[in-house]
């Protein structure tokens, strides 16, 4: 449900000023600033369509205009009828993993070589996580990451879910916001693609394919703990090497349409 109107939002003569710029482009960016700073918030109301025309001081075409921009970018929500108005949303790894996705199919781009860039990413965290004074906390936090997954062994959706948490904390643990926002798109891409990709494949044999991955997962948690660096970082990258064989079969040289997923 949208939250009242910000203080900001509220502002009734905020004109936007002329410039080289096209007058929506101007009200998107200025408007895109706001959510990105922080001033304004998940869920935070901008109000209706002629509030903003008067905020603004320009045309419906152009408030319009400027409104499509931002909702193309998935920044808001412009919600229809007496109860709706604009709705802010904060920008996350959902929606630069479909712009990801977008860009990597126009380019031919393979689940495979997605898969790979994981495989790149992944284990250089883990060596940084192995290295911390921190890894006996790191080491906690990802048993708990397994139990989850334990919990829901006997279910593909609740797992890959428990799963894909799991690959996104461990590369959180490292500490790098870049490398953690990396890692988050990438596992989004894949975990949409190989959720359709192994749909076929929910018999028995897949869970005790989710147990050997468990098991594997634990051997990493004592590798973190121990601190043995090295190991573990090869122990994790043949662990993802295995596993993108095993998931991604004989799809992984073709070009998935990963639109289809989000």
């Known amino acids: ?62 408030l319009r205009e400027a409104l499509r921009i931002l909702e193309s970018e998935g920044l808001i929500t412009v919600v229809r ?28 781009v393979t689940l495979a070589d997605v898969f790979e860039a994981r495989t790149i990413v992944e284990p250089a965290a883990v060596r940084l996580v192995a290295s911390a004074r921190a890894r006996k906390r790191s080491a906690r936090q990802l048993r708990a990451l397994i139990a989850e997954e334990e919990a ?9 879910l428990a799963n894909a948490r799991f690959h996104e904390g461990l590369v959180a643990m490292a500490g ?48 973190v703990e121990a601190g043995e660096a090295d190991e573990a970082e090869q122990h994790w990258r043949t662990h993802m090497a295995v596993v993108g064989r095993v998931m991604l079969g004989q799809q992984a040289r073709t070009v998935i349409d990963l639109m289809d997923h989000f």
Do not use: C, W
């Open 1 to 62: 449900m949208a939250k009242e109107s910000s203080p900001r939002a509220e502002r009734p003569d905020r004109r936007v000023r002329t410039g080289p710029r096209e007058k929506p482009q101007q009200i998107a960016d200025e408007l895109r600033h706001l959510i990105i700073s922080g001033e304004l918030k998940e869920g935070d109301s901008l109000g209706h369509e002629p509030d903003l025309v008067e905020r603004f001081g320009v045309s419906r075409p152009s």
């Open 81 to 108: 009828g007496v109860q709706g108005g604009v709705v802010v949303h904060r920008p996350d790894h959902r929606l630069t993993a479909r712009t990801a996705a977008l860009v990597l199919q126009s380019r031919n």
């Open 152 to 160: 829901a062994i006997d279910d593909p959706v609740a797992f890959g």
């Open 176 to 223: 790098n916001q870049t490398l953690t926002i990396v890692a988050e798109m990438l596992n989004e891409v894949v975990a949409r693609a190989v959720t359709a990709v192994s749909q076929a494949d929910a018999g028995s044999g897949s869970i005790a394919t989710r147990r050997r991955g468990v098991r594997s997962q634990e051997r990493l948690a004592a590798l």
